[in-house]
Nanobody, 124 residues
Framework: QVQLVESGGGLVQAGGSLRLSCAAS????????MGWFRQAPGKEREFVAV????????NYTDSVKGRFTISRDNAKNAVYLQMNNLKPEDAAIYYC?????????????????WGQGTQVTVSS
């Protein structure tokens, strides 16, 4: 069956870095656009970053541009999110997701498969 398993979350001080990983299985990974979303307590799930099936195209929400980098390795069926200069407002559960079709690629409804999430906590 399809599985997306995130890892790499944890507690970090403001200004620090974390690298999230998402291991995919059970579907043709290289055919899917991959995204990262996050959800803080009491808030809606929000788009963070997206990468096309080939890795050639990426997009980020404005608040993380210049600090976060999304990448993928189709040979390893994995997608990554390098997060630098973390801020307290980045704290959330981070989810990776896979989409076969989409338009904006920023809406959760466009994504077919989801991981269980990994917690990121940023102390000030």
């Amino acid at each position: 069956q399809v599985q997306l398993v995130e890892s790499g979350g944890g507690l970090v001080q403001a200004g620090g870095s974390l690298r999230l990983s998402c291991a995919a299985s059970g579907y043709t990974f290289s055919s899917y656009t991959m995204g990262w979303f996050r959800q803080a307590p009491g808030k809606e799930r929000e788009f963070v970053a997206v990468i096309s099936w080939s890795g050639a195209t990426t997009n980020y929400t404005d608040s993380v541009k210049g600090r976060f980098t999304i990448s993928r390795d189709n040979a390893k069926n994995a997608v990554y999110l390098q997060m630098n200069n973390l801020k307290p407002e980045d704290a959330a559960i981070y989810y990776c997701a896979a989409a076969a079709k989409g338009s904006t690629w920023t809406k959760p409804s466009e994504y077919r498969y989801w991981g269980q999430g990994t917690q990121v906590t940023v102390s000030s």
